[in-house]
């Protein structure tokens, strides 16, 4: 997946837009002895979801991340899938 290509979207209450957001979650996912690969943001955002789900606190990067690739992939504002 080229991230170059995904559109200029930014988040509307903090300073991170969603190339960013895919970037950290590829080298989230790039860990010795792995080889995982993104083909698409909807891998992406399953792999987050996963990475969210097994964390024991409240992962705001995470979750900001969260909310860039859902707006992205329902064609919505950040406002509407994000937590103020």
Not at 42 to 65: H, N, P
Request: hydrophobic share 35%; net charge negative; glycine share 2%.
């Amino acid at each position: 997946m080229n991230i170059e290509l995904l559109p200029d979207l930014k988040h509307c209450y903090c300073d991170y837009t969603l190339k960013e957001a895919v970037t950290m979650v590829q080298n989230s996912a790039e860990r010795p002895g792995t080889d995982i690969k993104f083909e698409s943001v909807e891998q992406v955002q399953d792999y987050l979801k996963e990475m969210i789900k097994s964390t024991w606190y409240v992962w705001i990067t995470g979750q900001r991340a969260m909310e860039l690739i859902t707006a992205h992939l329902e064609n919505k504002p950040v406002k509407d899938v994000s937590i103020p």
